[in-house]
């Protein structure tokens, strides 16, 4: 599956953006899907994932009650409503997919990436 991420872009703090990454391919409805950031100089962070049918969703700590993720399998699609953004939350985010497997907080076992969105956040 190839995955394209979009809707990044400059906000003020407090502002909203909501991040797409489409998918091409087969059997999207079979991943499950992460969204991930990295900042400049650290380590790529888990951010939220969903369950390949949208029932089951996870959110980091920092973001949790600010983020939604969400997903359109007839569209091939899943989303990230960021709202009352931070500048800590600047960052590249970028949309990764796990096929069969549980969702996971660890970058390294996700099998597919999208290209990245920068986000940035203005004080």
């Known amino acids: 599956v190839q995955l394209q991420a979009s809707g990044g872009g400059l906000v003020q703090a407090g502002g909203s953006l909501r991040l797409s990454c489409a998918a091409s391919g087969r059997a999207f409805s079979t991943y499950n899907m992460g969204w991930f950031r990295q900042a400049p100089g650290k380590e790529r962070e888990f951010v939220a994932g969903?369950?390949?049918?949208?029932?089951?969703?996870f959110y980091a700590d920092s973001v949790k009650g600010r983020f939604t993720i969400s997903r359109d399998n007839a569209k091939n699609t899943v989303y990230l409503q960021m709202n009352s953004l931070k500048p800590e939350d600047t960052a590249v985010y970028y949309c990764a997919a796990r096929r069969l497997r549980p969702i996971t907080t660890y970058p390294s076992e996700y099998d597919y990436w999208g290209q990245g969105t920068l986000v940035t956040v203005s004080s």
């Open positions: 969903i369950s390949w049918s949208g029932g089951s969703t």
